[in-house]
């Protein structure tokens, strides 16, 4: 279905979710139909904010909160250890990663990271502020009944719509306000001239909204923001946490992951973006985690945009269709044992990746667009923290 595109259209979210205001009336690249404006916004997000250059000028962001959190998690080991013998510490990775995510964002945008050093790795300490940004970026989405019974819309309407409307606004003041601090630190500083290598990505959407202020109006550079937010953090922390935990459940892997590190890094340096070229057992690692391990479940919903046939089925016109790729991930006819952890299946000729049967990041033209950040993003935090374990 996935390669049959030309009958498949991605299909926006259903109705319910998405109220018109919610998505800033859709122009945001997850919510925006198919058509010139969604390309356009593809072409933006891939050419200017996620493509190698990009990624490259903005990797010592992401090392030096991955380095950040080190150090912290030494200087925590060290204090633990003066106190007790014991020789292990107790963190809670859940909300340090999402904390670690939230500040990557954050400085990637260019405006001050949401979490001191020091508030790192204790759960308490920015506790409530990280509740704020989870209620506000990552709420427990509501079930809208309309999506499978469509004569109950109007119920949706009044409840889940109504939910996701102050959802919306209380996004918006937050994004705003980023804009507004990246806007008035602009025009102090004379920066004109448009996308600096380098430049932080509110600057290069600033930058581009000067040149072209009637396309790019304040609505599509929040709804660029909002990405940044909704699919970049929750998704970039839901999958270190994973990978830690299988990394901690399966010892040998762990030593593995540790020794391809010192072998070809050495212990006298941290581990950089640019390195991880040179280290393919931590690549399958960051592999088998998003095969096991899903964040959504179902892609983008498609639909049929003219009768045809589907591994042998007759599709209407106007059909929803879904890809569950949870299924796809443990197929056992794909998979050898499809629930055990294995990154060595990812390794080498005979390898039991097959394109279509792996497809954390979706497929075809409305594939994830942040999947080279959030393998970069990976690999480096994952692999900084494995090898100190
Ligand atoms: C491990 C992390 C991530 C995973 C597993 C993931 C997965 C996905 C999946 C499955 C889709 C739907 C693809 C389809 O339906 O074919 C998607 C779409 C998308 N993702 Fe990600 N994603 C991740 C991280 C990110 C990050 C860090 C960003 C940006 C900051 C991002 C931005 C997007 C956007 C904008 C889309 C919609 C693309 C479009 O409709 O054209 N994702 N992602």
């Known amino acids: 279905m996935l390669h049959q595109e030309g009958h498949c259209l991605p299909k926006p979210p259903p109705l319910a979710l998405c109220e018109a205001p919610v998505n800033y009336n859709y122009t945001t690249i997850t919510s925006s139909p198919h058509g010139d404006h969604w390309r356009n916004l593809r072409r933006l997000t891939s050419a200017e904010i996620f493509s190698t250059s990009g990624l490259v000028s903005s990797s010592s962001t992401r090392f030096e909160e991955a380095h950040v959190l080190i150090k912290q998690m030494v200087n925590k080991w060290r204090r633990d250890h003066d106190k007790s013998d014991d020789q292990f510490v107790k963190v809670e990775f859940k909300s340090v990663f999402s904390k670690v995510g939230f500040n990557i964002v954050m400085r990637m945008l260019g405006v001050k990271p949401c979490f001191e050093a020091e508030e790192m790795l204790e759960a308490e300490k920015g506790g409530k502020r990280l509740e704020d940004l989870m209620k506000r970026f990552h709420p427990q989405e509501p079930f809208a009944l309309g999506d499978f019974f469509p004569f109950l819309w109007w119920l949706d309407r009044w409840f889940v719509g109504k939910k996701m409307i102050k959802l919306h606004q209380n996004r918006d003041v937050f994004i705003e306000r980023l804009i507004e601090e ?7 500083s ?7 290598k380098g430049a932080a990505i509110i600057d290069v959407l600033l930058c581009l909204q000067r040149a072209n202020p009637d396309y790019y109006t304040d609505d599509i550079i929040k709804g660029i923001v909002l990405i940044m937010f909704t699919p970049g953090t929750a998704a970039l922390a839901l999958f270190i946490e994973w990978a830690m935990a299988l990394l901690l459940n399966n010892p040998h892997a762990l030593t593995k992951t540790r020794d391809e590190i010192d072998s070809n890094i050495g212990r006298n340096r941290l581990l950089t973006e640019s390195d991880l070229v040179k280290l393919p057992y931590l690549r399958n690692v960051i592999n088998e985690t998003l095969r096991l391990c899903n964040f959504a479940p179902i892609l983008v919903p498609r639909e049929a945009s003219e009768d045809c046939t589907i591994g042998g089925y007759n ?15 443990k197929d056992p006819n794909e998979w050898s044992e499809p629930t055990v952890f294995k990154p060595e299946r990812f390794e080498g000729e005979g390898c039991e990746r ?3 049967n792996w497809l954390p990041f979706g497929m075809g033209r409305r594939k994830c667009v942040g999947e080279g950040l959030a393998l970069k993003t990976l690999g480096l935090i994952v692999g900084v923290d494995g090898s100190v374990l």
Do not use: P, Q, Y
């Open 315 to 329: 599709i209407s016109r106007g059909t929803m269709l879904l890809v569950n790729i949870l299924a796809v991930h």
């Open 354 to 356: 097959s394109g279509a």
């Open 190 to 196: 004379g920066v004109t001239k448009e996308g600096e």
């Open 182 to 188: 990246r806007r008035d630190s602009m025009c102090s």
